[in-house]
C-alpha cells in the first residue's frame, strides 16, 4: 500500500467464484492462529504439509 489512504485504493467486486478459500492449518499454528472449525468447512483447499 506504501502508505496510500485506503479511501484512494480502487476497490473490484469479485463474483464468488472468483474466490478460492485456501488454508494451511500448519503454518497458522506457527503463528499462533487458531482457524475455526467453520472455516476449515468451508475450504475450497487445505494444505497438508509433509513431516
Known amino acids: 500500500l506504501r502508505g ?7 476497490v473490484v467486486k ?7 478459500l485456501v488454508v494451511n492449518p500448519a503454518a497458522a499454528e506457527r503463528m ?6 467453520s472455516v476449515l468447512d468451508r475450504a475450497d483447499r487445505i494444505v497438508v504439509e509433509e513431516p
Open 4 to 10: 496510500e489512504f485506503a479511501g484512494n485504493i480502487p
Open 14 to 20: 469479485c463474483s464468488g467464484e472468483a474466490l478460492v
Open 32 to 37: 499462533g492462529v487458531e482457524i475455526p472449525q
